[in-house]
T-cell receptor, first 112, second 110 residues
Framework: AAGVIQSPRHLIKEKRETATLKCYPIPRHDTVYWYQQGPGQDPQFLISFYEKMQSDKGSIPDRFSAQQFSDYHSELNMSSLELGDSALYFC???????????FGPGTRLTVT | TQLLEQSPQFLSIQEGENLTVYCNSSSVFSSLQWYRQEPGEGPVLLVTVVTGGEVKKLKRLTFQFGDARKDSSLHITAAQPGDTGLYLCAGARGYSTLTFGKGTMLLVSP
């Protein structure tokens, strides 16, 4: 079965640079969620989109923005990167019905 | 304040032992999900429980949702080294985002 696809899997950036993370949800899933997970932490919700509209907002910094496109893929744009942004970034998707979220393999972002 | 409290935080056992992981909250959830996560990988959905008192079984794993839909447990029978990982519970209210517990790190030694 098709799963959530994230790219890139690993990303190394320097402070103050920008980064773009991409997420391709499971086919026919209309909702995308972004999470940030630091070492030894549980996933922290950043933002979600339903049918291309922002549906919920969590602890996403103002330096970050995201959107969902007409093909339902989503991109997380991160600017003015800081050392503290180094983390695993997960995208999850869900379809109609219960709020079952299926996670992608994540993007490991390292800011140096 | 963590909305979902998981216990224990760490568990190290021998192959063949049984164990139970708890997920407790003072809030009511419309559904609760259990995930298993391996280092550097995304959480993998194990089960979703929706109805108070519901019990679901997945091979050697038994999941239970409390009658009041505020707590849940995961019981593993005859644990195997392949069960090693971080077990996360996550609660949802309606179609809102998930709130995760801190997780239980399970290590099963041969």
């Amino acid at each position: 079965a098709a799963g959530v696809i994230q790219s890139p899997r690993h990303l190394i950036k320097e402070k103050r640079e920008t980064a773009t993370l991409k997420c391709y949800p499971i086919p026919r899933h209309d909702t995308v969620y972004w999470y940030q997970q630091g070492p030894g932490q549980d996933p922290q919700f950043l933002i979600s989109f339903y049918e291309k509209m922002q549906s919920d907002k969590g602890s996403i910094p103002d330096r970050f923005s995201a959107q969902q496109f007409s093909d339902y893929h989503s991109e997380l744009n991160m600017s003015s990167l800081e050392l503290g942004d180094s983390a695993l970034y997960f995208c999850a998707s869900s379809g109609r019905g219960f709020n079952e979220q299926y996670f992608g393999p994540g993007t490991r972002l390292t800011v140096t | 304040t963590q909305l979902l409290e998981q216990s224990p935080q760490f568990l190290s056992i021998q192959e063949g032992e049984n164990l139970t992981v708890y997920c407790n909250s003072s809030s009511v959830f419309s559904s609760l999900q259990w995930y298993r996560q391996e280092p550097g990988e995304g959480p993998v959905l194990l089960v979703t429980v929706v109805t108070g008192g519901e019990v679901k079984k997945l091979k050697r794993l038994t999941f239970q949702f409390g009658d009041a839909r505020k707590d849940s447990s995961l019981h593993i029978t005859a644990a195997q080294p392949g069960d090693t990982g971080l077990y996360l519970c996550a609660g949802a209210r309606g179609y809102s985002t998930l709130t995760f517990g801190k997780g239980t790190m399970l290590l099963v030694s041969p």
